[in-house]
């Protein structure tokens, strides 16, 4: 249900990459909007509408990060994967009319959170260290229990809702969303006779701690769409956190059927 304060009109924001989508298609769905008795209201949303692919959903994330308590995304799908979404373009009058009547289901996805030399980032899908020409060290430390000393391109950390994203391409299991975890996946490690890594995906329960301390220099730290560079040597802490992203889903969804419609295909 979305819950908006007693006869109150449901404020709709708009996100989407201006380049990407027509001017006429956006005057057409705001039209749309207004037809279905919803306001246009960008600063101060109940929910938040992104058009176009996954990485709209993740720029829409970080734009209303201090609302988040207060704001439901739902996602109108537009020639991408669409991994986050559940309408797509043909579906418009559905969308605003399960909005009218409640009837979405609604998801909670907690925001993964690093603590990095006394600055806090967030993603929702993960948080990474990367060095693409120079070997990458770190330690890794689990619940403060050291377990590698780590050597490669990189290391990633997962949400369950990022786990089909960079994590799959590196061999990660995908996570079902309702399960709260964190998943550690390597990039291109080192394992000889020298140097040794886990060498495997692993996983670890919500209220794990991980700790990545970089030894080397000018490592790129890249979160979601987002990234900075860390000049020097750090410590990163991360950690799930309390803040949750809500995600509006059609009455039909199931994650099995996204699974095999947007990676295995009918054939
Ligand atoms: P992008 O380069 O367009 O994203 C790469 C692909 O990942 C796109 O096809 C995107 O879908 C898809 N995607 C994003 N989140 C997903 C999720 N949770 N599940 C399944 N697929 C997902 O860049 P972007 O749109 O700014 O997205 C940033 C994300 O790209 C990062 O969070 C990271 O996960 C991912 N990435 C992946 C690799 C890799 O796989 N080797 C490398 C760097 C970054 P859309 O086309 O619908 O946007
Ligand atoms: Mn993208």
Sequence with gaps: MISTSKNQIMKIALCYKSEKIADETISSIKEKILSYGFELDDSKPDVVLFIGGDGTFLRAVHQYYNELSKVKFVGLCKGHLGFFYS????????????????????????????????????????????????????????????????????????????????????????????????????????????????????????????????????????????????????SISLRLSDKVVILLRNKDYSYTKLLKSKFVGDK
């Design 87 to 234: 309408y797509d373009e043909s579906e418009l009058d559905v969308l605003f009319s399960d909005l009218k009547r409640g009837v979405c289901k609604s998801e909670s996805h907690h925001l993964l959170s690093a603590k990095v030399d006394n600055e806090e980032i967030y993603a929702i899908n993960e948080i990474r260290i990367e060095s693409p020409f120079h070997t990458l060290i770190s330690d890794v430390y689990i619940n403060g229990e050291s377990l590698e000393t780590f050597r490669g391109n990189g290391l990633v950390v997962s949400t369950s809702l990022g786990s089909t994203a960079y994590n799959k391409s590196l061999g990660g299991a995908v996570i079902y969303p309702q399960i709260p975890s964190m998943e550690l996946s390597e990039i291109a490690p080192i394992n000889n006779t020298i140097y040794h890594s886990l060498h495997s995906s692993l996983i670890v329960d919500k209220n794990s701690e991980i700790v990545l301390k970089t030894k080397t220099d000018n490592i790129l730290l890249g979160y979601d769409h987002l990234n900075k560079n860390l000049h020097l040597a750090s």
